[in-house]
């Protein structure tokens, strides 16, 4: 008996849950779906990654629905105002287009619009060990060291900074022909940004010497002044000259005052009484 109850009540709990889960899901079912109509407007996005100094063609450009309200500013909404113009800064997949990154339409497209006023690009070759095991990348800074002796000697051989604080425009490789050979090889190029006199010092250093570049933190603003280090001072054979401190001038010594000699007297007892007596 008591097993028929307990049967009993396990198909009243199975069927009421399994009306009520059924009755929730049809009743959601039929809920009315809300639909928000939220205002947009035509946006130019770039329709791949596109890298600075590239040219907008038609084919790298395209139209997506954006919200009004989210607009960026200066976003354009025409792709034909934009083909032609060259990009001053790397853009991603889907990014709108906006003014802070492009040429202005007389620049053109390539390196030059990039380089800013009163500078210079200048492109010097490097290996793998120069360029920082290739953590020298567009945007870094980094400091230029020359190796070079001015007298041929190499107990006169010296290393020093010569440009602090120099930024990378452009790191990459390029195909030139072996002068032996030849044959095509890669060469590794990095380009810095500097002004015309750091310009002069950079050819003078990559001429006549070897340069290595020294990669820094870009909030690191100091450049420090440095003696540069010899072959000598690096076994401790020499060392650097002391710097002068300020000369002393000699003063003529002044004799101190002699203090003058007692008068000579003389002791005279009478009784229980003393007294003294100049003499002469």
């Given amino acids: 008996m008591n097993r028929v109850r307990i049967f ?10 399994g009306g009520l889960a059924y009755g929730t899901y049809d009743y959601l079912q039929n809920v009315p779906v809300k639909t928000v109509t939220v205002p947009t407007r035509q946006v130019v996005v770039a329709n791949a990654e596109l890298s600075l100094g590239t ?17 960026p500013e200066g976003a354009f909404d025409n792709p034909g105002a934009l083909v032609g113009r060259g990009l001053i800064a790397s853009i991603v997949r889907n990014e709108p287009i906006l003014p802070g990154k492009l040429a202005s339409k007389e620049a053109g497209s390539g390196l030059p619009p990039i380089i800013p006023t009163g500078k210079r690009a200048m492109s010097v070759r490097v290996n793998e060990v120069i360029g920082v095991a290739g953590y020298v990348l567009p945007g870094t800074h980094v400091d ?21 604080n120099v930024q990378v425009l452009t790191a990459g490789t390029r195909l030139e022909q072996d002068g032996k050979d030849g044959k095509p090889m890669q060469v590794t190029v990095v380009t810095l940004v500097v002004t015309p006199e750091e310009a002069e010092r950079l050819t003078l250093a990559s001429t006549e010497g070897k340069i290595q570049l020294a990669l820094r933190n870009p909030l690191d603003l100091e450049s420090p002044e440095t003696s540069g280090a010899k072959p000598g001072m690096l076994m401790g054979y020499a060392q650097q000259r002391p710097v002068a401190g300020p000369r002393r001038v000699a003063t003529p010594s002044v004799p101190a005052p002699v203090a003058p000699q007692p008068a000579p007297t003389v002791e005279i007892i009478r009784g229980d009484k003393r007294s003294h007596v100049v003499v002469g």
């Fill in 144 to 164: 230029v060291l020359a190796t070079q002796s001015p007298t041929n000697r190499s107990e006169d051989m010296t290393s020093k900074v010569v440009l602090s």
């Fill in 8 to 17: 009993t009540v396990f198909v009243i709990a199975l069927l009421a849950g």
């Fill in 55 to 71: 040219e907008l063609r038609r084919d790298d450009l395209r139209m997506v629905e954006w919200p009004t309200s989210a607009v």
